[in-house]
């Protein structure tokens, strides 16, 4: 055998398989067209269910739905998606509207239907009002969809034991266990039902197999305390008490989310067992948790014994309503009965409120306001309402008014300062009026960071650096949600410092505080940013502030930094551009300036379409909107040197929104030149 030479082995190895073909990217995610704008009622129902599903707080699923509706009102799909949320929202007359639509067309000739999902919901909202007969009628009938049966069993189960009838409420849970042997609540409620009906044995065999499958079952655990109770086992019994009060941690909403468990199935007596050991466990955030109180006056009125239950709800009344926040829809039912009792009791008006904002915030806001009329010191009702009239009724000056309420009461609240001072700022307020006002409260401002940033962003906004970069240097921040504007006020406030130290000659302080601008500070627990969109500005000043100090060399490493800084905001497009000009590359520095002029001019005639993608944080409103764009504007034609269209941009700018720095910054610079 020959063996190849050199030039023959490197003929060989250039003829290797080529690499394989990099699959195509997948298909980018479009935003949904406006409702009236989808073609088929089809695509409608989808598009909803999509914007449900992954929750856009800036789209309402309702509108795609009530287009398919305003097609074809009897639409099965549409109306059932739109009985639930009214559901959900406790809008029960509504929700029962659209599905008995639903259900018209689905038995429609007498039709027995496969689909049984409205029927199920219509046949739980009628249960939870009472309507037993016609709630009995409507389960059975879902329970012959195969998907719906174990669900419409176990509802059937809950509403037999309401009404006393265990043991056919046994058979129940039996069929809804035999199509779903997982079901854990049908299991519990089988194990209760067991222990009513004597079945002792068997009921310990349940709840033992439950904590197999959940460890953490504090029914379970608190079934078979019962169990051992019932039978004498009395030692056994306090150990399992003493295993449920360590799964219940001494959390109020833990016991609550069990009571109810036991409500829904009319067991009202093994509720009110559970809240008295809430009641007498000696622990103050639970013994003296208010709807730990009102829940017994809502169980003593179930068993007729008005007298207890006005006694426990004027308890309630009493309490503090600090770290109290009802949130579930059962609970309202509890609160509207404590007002029966006590008309005059503000207190449950504003828990009332509490659960119903998300749900039916105009109802929410009548609660709050009631409170508010029986008990004009409660402060935290004034917030309520402040938060409200802003965020549902877009009406800043009376959230604003009822802000100022609260804090007129409890001037002691951060939150309530940080709040109030973001109004201010939506609506324009002056800057100097407001750093008064913050300074003046800053030992209370500062007991929560969000306070503290509002302070730490007004202090740059009206050129109090020092000050500023004193708190950010002395504080410790953490990371959590509103904080991530820490780092551009932390880069702001040194680059304004840097421009006046150099307005000064100082340009040695001038490049320290540049230098510090590129920082990320171990007390503000952020990380570096390699592609931080702002910078080419932190670059290209750094360069500046090195050139006037005579070191070109580093002036010209700065801005070639600057130039290969990545990112995409166009506002700082600008000093990549200005950068550009410095190493004498007019044209690239021309091609930025441009865009930056055609990306204004857009903002300023945008429409203030809804961000699809945006999940948090508060929509600009229009002003802000064109106030960004004008100031693109401005930056554009000063990067072009036409001083006087740049002057006219930036004053719209900084009229229309206080925040603009820049915008005055550079005003002031052109009015200075001048």
């Not at 997948?26 to 914007?51: C, F, N």
């Not at 379409?609 to 409103?621: I, L, N, R, S």
Request: glycine share 6%; hydrophobic share 35%; charged share 25%.
């Amino acid at each position: 055998m020959r063996l190849l030479n050199s030039s023959e082995q490197e003929i060989i190895s250039y003829q290797a398989d080529p690499p394989a073909p990099v699959p195509p990217l997948p298909e980018a995610i479009i935003p949904p067209a406006e409702p009236s704008e989808i073609k088929t009622t089809e695509e409608l129902y989808y598009t909803g269910m999509r914007i449900r599903q992954f929750h856009n707080a800036r789209m309402r699923p309702e509108d795609y739905f009530l287009e398919a509706l305003a097609r074809d009102p009897l639409d099965v799909r549409c109306n059932t998606a739109m009985g639930i949320i009214h559901k959900e929202k406790g809008e029960t007359g509504e929700a029962k509207k659209y599905l008995r639509k639903a259900i018209s067309r689905l038995t429609r000739d007498y039709t027995r239907p496969r689909d049984c999902e409205p029927l199920y919901h219509l046949g739980v909202i009628l249960k939870n009002e009472g309507s037993y007969e016609a709630a009995i009628d409507t389960l059975y009938r879902a329970a012959w969809d195969y998907e719906f049966r174990s669900a419409s069993y176990f509802q059937l189960a809950q509403l037999l034991s309401l009404q006393g009838k265990h043991n056919e409420a046994l058979e129940a849970v039996e069929e809804s266990l035999l199509v779903n042997a997982m079901n854990i609540n049908a299991l519990c409620l089988k194990t209760s039902l067991l222990r009513r009906t004597e079945n002792h044995e068997q009921a310990v065999q349940e709840a033992e197999k439950i904590i197999l499958i959940d460890p953490l079952s504090k029914y379970a655990v608190n079934e078979l305390r019962m169990i051992h109770d019932q039978q004498d086992e009395l030692d056994v019994a306090r150990k399992n008490e003493i295993t449920l009060k360590k799964l219940l941690r001494d959390y109020p909403e833990n016991y609550l989310e069990l009571t109810v468990d036991y409500i829904n199935s009319g067991l009202i007596a093994e509720a009110t067992q559970l809240l008295q050991i809430a009641r007498s466990s000696g622990t103050a955030g639970l013994s003296g948790y208010p709807s730990i109180h009102y829940y017994l006056g809502y169980l003593h009125h179930l068993k007729g014994m008005t007298q207890a239950a006005g006694e426990y709800f004027r308890l309630g009344m009493s309490l503090p309503v600090d770290y109290c926040f009802p949130f579930r829809l059962e609970t309202l039912e509890v609160f509207k009965t404590a007002i029966e009792y006590q008309p005059d009791d503000a207190k449950a008006y504003y828990y009332a409120g509490n659960i119903l904002f998300d749900k039916q915030p105009q109802k929410a806001i009548e609660f709050w306001e009631r409170s508010a009329s029986l008990e004009p010191a409660l402060a935290v009702v004034h917030r309520n309402l402040g938060f409200g009239y802003y965020q549902y009724a877009g009406d800043i000056d009376k959230a604003i008014t009822a802000y100022e309420t609260a804090l007129s009461h409890d001037k002691t609240q951060p939150k309530y300062y940080a709040e109030l001072d973001r109004l201010y700022e939506r609506r324009g307020d002056p800057l100097e009026e407001r750093l008064e006002w913050l300074t003046t409260n800053h030992e209370y401002v500062a007991g929560r960071q969000d306070g503290l940033l509002q302070e730490i962003k007004v202090l740059v906004n009206t050129g109090g650096f020092d000050r500023a970069i004193d708190l950010m240097k002395n504080t410790y921040f953490y990371r959590q949600e509103g904080s991530e504007q820490l780092h551009g006020f932390h880069v702001t406030a040194h680059i304004l410092r840097a421009k006046e130290l150099l307005t000064q000659g100082s340009y040695e302080k001038a490049v320290e505080d540049m230098l510090a601008a590129d920082t990320y500070p171990e007390n503000h627990r952020v990380g570096r940013d390699t592609a931080y969109y702002r910078n080419p500005q932190i670059n290209y000043y750094t360069g500046l502030a090195y050139e006037l100090q005579g070191d070109k060399s580093l002036a010209k490493t700065y801005y070639n930094k600057a130039i290969i800084s990545t990112g995409r905001d166009p506002g700082n497009q600008y000093y990549r551009a200005l950068a550009y000009q410095k190493l004498k590359q007019k044209k690239a520095a021309g091609a930025l300036l441009e865009d930056i002029i055609k990306i204004g001019e857009e903002r300023v005639g945008s429409s203030g379409e809804v961000d699809f993608f945006a999940k948090f944080g508060d929509d600009q409103t229009d002003k802000q909107r064109k106030a960004d764009g004008y100031y693109l504007l401005g930056l554009g034609y000063m990067g072009e040197s036409e001083t006087s269209r740049a002057k006219e941009y930036l004053e719209k700018s900084a009229s229309l929104d206080i925040n603009q720095i820049w915008a005055r910054v550079y005003l002031d610079e052109l009015i200075n030149d001048k």
